[in-house]
């Protein structure tokens, strides 16, 4: 219904768009040519505009045809490049419309196309509607890779990304806007995402399989809202948002290539680094088929269809009615529930490691979120030079979430093996019949009964107030502080009931456990903590919870020079610290500078120059994190003569991160050291810094010839803590190399033709690494032919 709904809504907006196009080309036709073209046509009362332009890309590329489609995706084939349509009322006497605008793009195979309509009449109604269309394809190799080594036997790269997506996202968007120009206004709207498609994951039990992700994911969002202007300057507004979030992605293993004696089909996963037993020694055997006591899968299914409902009041005010006074103000509250009624997870294989061959999880979840919001603002000029500000801004979300989980395992020591159902006839003491489940000491209970009750919450008070002082005319300059508080809550109440069968029933958290009657041992465990065999009352039973206070105070400066009439130089800066940081990764102490320095030495230049440096500290022993994210850039516009344009960029970036971490990895990369058990401690470091050079000329060298010429490049360098020695640096050391040119020729009136050529390059200046390169290099040629009047 999703899909077909979707299709309409789209074949009407074309519908209404070409017979848009059939009724203004007769209008247009029964009119005769205005002497000045910009005047377009004139009849029945509107002065019409219209254009189309037909043409089709030539494409030709060499490399890696994944990456080009992921980067580029464009492909040889005819286009609707433009079109575009324009009424305009002369004595707004029309009864139906004043305005009207349309206009399309990129139909006809382009990834990205989108038509846009909007309709309108002075002071009755605003109407608008947009469509677009958005073809996402994603396959970068290096994602998600396993990187098998050439060492192993049998050798399989895994040659394009387990995460990779062919998914197609369509929206749509619905605004209203009635008595636009009214003290009372009234605001409608509706928007519409659906995305749809193939793509992939993986899922790991002993070993990563590919799955077949189906995408079908959808969110509806309807707007309505009033605007009150009865006191002069100020405005009241309330709105109302409702969205519906549907998300039905249903995932499945992708195929079964191999094959045990029989021959029955396996899937044994994207992982094959048999040096380390991955996905086991030997996983084909010298008869061709595959181990039976690998690693492996015969079937996988995941569906958990997600229903959220997010309603949303806001209420916004907005007033200068003292002239020295300046208010502003927004209260929102959303009261959200999120819910999978139906979830289940079935896997059929072999999990070597606990004998584990059939595994079966199902149970609701359900989960609310309530958010408040609340800013006021006010500006005091009191005096001509002196303006006193301060806003204040308060935030509160929680959010408890509970899922019932229901978990039955079955065991089997090989992928040909039968696993066997506990029943006390066909396992009889002492409990070690071959009729029995077959378990190892690490197998898991087979079955689980567990309640996860979480629980986030965060309240923040944040104020602002500062101070701005006019010096002169040409200096203006403002201090402030800012304060910041910060309380999250945490809290968890996990409860498992386990049950272990026989054989070893005394395995795991039932170690050292009393046995039933019929050999098998329960347990109830709460928060990682053993209670019992037997369930007990639940009284007395306190969720464990967990409390973080931050306090950030910041300093605020920045200034306006105006040191000459044609030179204006913006300078802000925040320096903050904070007593505590809730991840690694947050800051303790911050600085902010941004500088920006305009020039302007003639009517057709202008020159500019900016500085962003954000510096991010968190010294605490364990976590050594240092992050610095700094861009400088240049520009310049240039307008010599009317015919010619120069417009050139350039801008540097600079992303550092250091911190030190705790991970697995076989070998250890050089200078790890062990922290606790398989783990191994290690400094990791981000660096990268990137170059970015644009540069495009536009020059009318007669009067019906317009040329352009132009360059984009992007120049990367970096280096990064690889815990995998087969790992490529990738999209950290490359290049990527965009020329153009093009020329439009106005052959007659209302008629022209055009010719564009674009060259891409991506090159990476590492190693491909155990993948396919992801080096290439093509040509995409575009024509046209535009007709408008």
């Not at 002169?472 to 498992?496: K, N, V």
């Amino acid at each position: 219904m999703r899909s077909l709904t979707t299709r309409t809504n789209r074949r009407l907006l074309l519908l209404g768009s070409a017979l848009l196009g059939l009724w203004c080309g007769p209008l247009a036709a029964q009119t005769s040519s205005s002497s000045d073209p910009d005047k377009g046509e004139v009849k029945g009362g509107y002065e019409i505009h219209q254009s189309f332009e037909f043409g089709g890309h030539v494409t030709g590329f060499t490399g890696n045809g994944s990456l080009w489609s992921t980067f580029v995706n464009l492909h040889s084939g005819p286009r609707l490049l433009s079109q575009s349509l324009d009424l305009h009322s002369v004595d707004h006497s029309n009864l139906l419309f004043d305005e009207l605008h349309e206009s399309s793009y990129g139909y006809g195979g382009d990834p990205n196309s989108w038509t846009r309509l909007r309709v309108s009449k002075a002071r009755i109604y605003d109407f608008s509607v947009v469509f677009r269309r958005h073809r996402n394809y994603w396959d970068y190799d290096l994602l998600a890779n396993p990187l098998n080594p050439p060492t192993s036997n049998p050798n399989l790269p895994v040659q394009t990304s387990p995460h990779r997506f062919e998914v197609v996202r369509r929206m749509t968007d619905l605004n209203l806007t009635l008595a636009p120009l009214s003290p009372v206004r009234v605001r409608l709207g509706y928007s519409r995402n659906v995305t749809q498609g193939p793509s992939f994951t993986s899922e790991h039990q002993g070993t990563d399989a590919l799955l077949l992700q189906l995408w079908r994911n959808g969110l509806d969002t309807y707007r309505a809202g009033i605007d009150v202007r009865l006191i002069p300057r100020t405005v009241l507004s309330y709105d109302q948002f409702v969205s519906v979030y549907k998300g039905d992605t249903f995932s499945q293993l992708n195929g079964l290539p191999f094959n045990l004696a029989g021959p029955v089909p396996v899937d044994l996963g994207l992982v094959f680094n048999t040096a380390v037993g991955q996905p086991c020694a030997t996983p084909i055997l010298g008869t061709g088929f595959a181990d039976p006591t690998c690693n492996g899968y015969f079937s996988y299914s995941n569906f958990h269809p997600i229903r959220n409902l997010y309603p949303t009041e806001q209420f916004s005010f907005q007033s200068n009615y003292w002239r020295k006074l300046e208010l502003t103000g927004r209260f929102t509250y959303t009261g959200s529930d999120s819910s999978a009624p139906v979830t289940s997870e079935s896997f059929d294989g072999l999990n070597a490691g606990f004998n584990a061959r059939r595994l079966l999880t199902t149970g609701p979840v359900k989960a609310r979120r309530v958010s408040t919001n609340a800013e006021f603002g006010v500006i005091w000029h009191a005096t001509r030079k002196l303006s006193l500000v301060d806003r204040y801004r308060w935030a509160a979300f929680r959010s408890p979430g509970r899922w019932v989980e229901n978990q039955s395992a079955l065991f089997a020591p090989t992928l040909l093996s039968s696993p066997n159902v506990f029943s006390p006839a066909t396992c009889p003491p002492p409990f070690v019949a071959a009729t029995c489940p077959q378990h190892t000491a690490f197998s898991g209970p087979d079955l689980t009964a567990a309640e996860f009750n979480h629980f986030l919450g965060q309240k923040q008070h944040e104020n602002t107030a500062g101070v701005e002082y006019q010096f002169t005319p040409r200096y203006r300059a403002s201090l402030g502080y800012r304060f910041r508080h910060r309380e999250i809550d945490q809290s968890q109440f996990d409860l498992y009931q386990l049950t272990f069968f026989p054989t070893l029933p005394n395995r795991g958290l039932c170690a050292a456990q009393p046995l039933d009657p019929d050999g098998s041992c329960s347990v109830l465990t709460f928060n990682g903590n053993t209670l019992a065999n037997v369930v007990p009352s639940f009284t007395g039973l306190t969720p464990d919870a967990q409390q973080t206070l931050i306090h950030e105070h910041s300093l605020l400066f920045g200034f306006v020079l105006l040191p000459w009439d044609k030179v204006q130089v913006t300078y802000d800066m925040e320096l903050m610290y904070a007593d505590k940081a809730f991840t690694r990764i947050s800051p303790r102490q911050l600085q902010l500078y941004r500088v920006r320095l305009s020039y302007k030495p003639a009517d057709w230049a202008k020159l500019s120059a900016n500085v962003n440096i954000r510096e991010n500290r968190n010294h605490t022993l364990d976590i050594g994190n240092s992050q610095h994210n700094r861009t400088y850039s240049l520009s310049a516009m240039l307008t010599p003569r009317k015919q010619l344009t120069v417009d050139a960029r350039w801008s540097y970036h600079d992303i550092f991160s250091t911190t030190n971490i705790c991970f697995v990895a076989n070998p250890a990369p050089p200078g790890s050291t062990s922290c606790g058990g398989p783990f191994l401690a290690n400094v990791s470091v981000y660096d990268q810094k990137v170059h970015f050079l644009s540069a495009n000329l536009v020059w009318k060298p007669v009067k019906r010839v317009t040329t352009q010429v132009g360059y984009t490049g992007t120049f990367a360098n970096g280096d990064t803590l690889l815990t995998n020695p087969l790992a490529p640096l990738g999209p950290l050391d490359y290049n990527y190399h965009l020329p153009t040119a093009g020329v439009r020729v106005e052959l007659a009136p209302r008629w022209s033709l055009s010719g564009e050529w674009n060259y891409h390059g991506y090159n990476e200046k590492s190693e491909a690494g155990p993948t396919l390169p992801r080096e290439f290099r093509g040509n995409v040629f575009t024509t046209g032919v535009r007709y408008a009047f």
